[in-house]
């Protein structure tokens, strides 16, 4: 059984997915990319699909309802300049990176700290190979500046 605690934090693991989720939806429905890139994007969609489908299974009545508001806002406003679109894919994925990490370490099921942390390490691949589409730069693949969105 979940602790009040563990689904608060598990509802802002799926908000955050939520609005994952949806970001690269409007990413995916601007067909601007090529097949291979188009495929991308709808594959990344489709896990962030997974992970916030997983997480409602998990947290049943306790689910989400609504996206992370402020990271849907930003991201979605930074998806306005179309030449900057894997970066701005990059930065939602560390951010989701930092936020689960924040709250596996507050989780005190180790079941779900599990869970999330699979979600996380797909997360950490995303932002990888993110990074390697605009950057040879290996520390931009390796490092991950973002903040949290919950605290510690």
Known sequence: MLSEDDISLLVAAQALELAARDIYA???SRKSKSDEEQGLLELMHSHHTAYEQTLNGV???RAATERNAEAYT???ALLSDASKLWATLLE???TAIATHTAIIE?????KHASLLASITTIEA???AMLASLTSTNLDLALENPAQSLVTQ
């Not at 507050?106 to 180790?110: H, I, N, V």
């Open 26 to 28: 409007s990413a995916v």
């Open 59 to 61: 947290l049943s009545k």
């Open 74 to 76: 930003k991201f979605f």
């Open 92 to 94: 939602l994925e560390n």
């Open 106 to 110: 507050r989780l005190t099921s180790a």
């Open 125 to 127: 691949r995303h932002a």
